[in-house]
């Protein structure tokens, strides 16, 4: 396979991928408390948005460079 055909396959699943789940979860501890031997932590779950236009770009331009690909041929 061709290199542009590559990218844009992983363009197009990519661009999938963020259309579907629209945000990336993930959790970090922070210390609530520290007195000696005595610790308290705390998980927070941060959410990374990704909107809706990351994934159509994304998604779009995968397939223009395949259908671009496929007429180089």
């Known amino acids: 396979m061709k290199t542009d055909t590559v ?3 992983i363009l197009i699943a990519i661009g ?3 259309l579907a789940y629209q945000g990336i979860t993930y ?3 922070e ?3 520290d ?3 005595i610790e308290m ?3 927070k779950m941060k959410t990374f948005p990704l909107p809706p236009i990351v994934g159509v770009v994304t998604l779009v331009g995968g ?3 395949l259908i671009k690909g496929r007429k180089n041929d």
């Open 7 to 9: 990218v844009a396959i």
């Open 16 to 18: 999938i991928l963020a």
């Open 27 to 29: 959790t970090t501890r």
């Open 31 to 33: 210390k609530v408390l």
């Open 35 to 37: 007195l000696g031997s």
């Open 41 to 43: 932590t705390a998980e």
């Open 63 to 65: 397939i223009v460079l």
